[in-house]
Every structure is written in structure tokens, then in C-alpha cells.
């Protein structure tokens, strides 16, 4: 399994950006995908997740995120997707996607839970 994230850049305070985060390899029946971000010298931290089975689909946010970011997800694509909306210098930092396809028993805002992870996008948000 592969996973391309791609979608970060440069943009003003208040501004938005959307992340993608594309899987390829396999097909899933069910899975956690989320959203992770590494600032300069900090530990990294969980922003955004979709849980999804074909009885249900859940999301869970950060604090941080409520309100601002909207993670969705497309399964013809195999792509999850952060719009986030209203941005603050504090969100600058790596975004990387991460993929759990065996969920059972596990949280979906955890760092240790996903075993799948890509190559971050670098998000920059200046004053």
C-alpha cells in the first residue's frame, strides 16, 4: 500500500488549502484514514479522521481543527480529503495521511493505530 498526499502550500492567514491523500495497492472494505501534522520541533499530532465501513462512516477532529477543517473521503478515487478553511500560522507544519485497515479495537485519533503513512505535505500558513 501507497499513500500520496499532495495539496500543501503557501497561503495568508484566513486563507484555505485542500489536502488530498491518495491509496493505492489494495481496495478496502474498511478503514481509518487520518490526518497528522508536524510542526518545527514539536510532537506530531492528530488533526482529522474518517472511519469508514459500508454500514457507516464516522469523522473525529482535533480542538484545533473543529469548525475549520472538513475531512471527506472519495472510495471510487480511494482518496481522503482535508479542506481546511480559516487558517492560522499555528497550523504550519508537515500534514501527513495515514491508513489503518484493521481498525477493530483501535482509536482513530491515535498515532500508533495507522500502519500506513505518506510522505507529508508541507503546509504554510504566514501572518
Known amino acids: 500500500v501507497q499513500l500520496q498526499a499532495f495539496g500543501g502550500g503557501l497561503v495568508q492567514a484566513g486563507g484555505s488549502l485542500r489536502l488530498s491523500c491518495a491509496a493505492s495497492?489494495?481496495?478496502?472494505?474498511?478503514?481509518?484514514m487520518g490526518w497528522f501534522r508536524q510542526a518545527p520541533g514539536k510532537e506530531r499530532e492528530f488533526v482529522a479522521a474518517?472511519?469508514?465501513?459500508?454500514?457507516?462512516?464516522?469523522?473525529y477532529y482535533a480542538d484545533s481543527a473543529k469548525g475549520r477543517f472538513t475531512i471527506s473521503r472519495d472510495n471510487a478515487k480511494n482518496t481522503v480529503s482535508l479542506q481546511m478553511n480559516r487558517l492560522k500560522p499555528e497550523d504550519t507544519a508537515v500534514y501527513h495521511c495515514?491508513?489503518?485497515?484493521?481498525?477493530?479495537?483501535?482509536?482513530?485519533?491515535?498515532?500508533?493505530?495507522?500502519?500506513?503513512w505518506g510522505q507529508g505535505t508541507l503546509v504554510t500558513v504566514s501572518s
Open positions: 495497492g489494495r481496495t478496502f472494505s474498511t478503514y481509518d
Open positions: 495515514a491508513l489503518n485497515t484493521n481498525y477493530a479495537g483501535s482509536s482513530s485519533t491515535s498515532l500508533d493505530a495507522y500502519t500506513y
Open positions: 474518517v472511519r469508514w465501513s459500508s454500514a457507516m462512516t464516522s469523522t
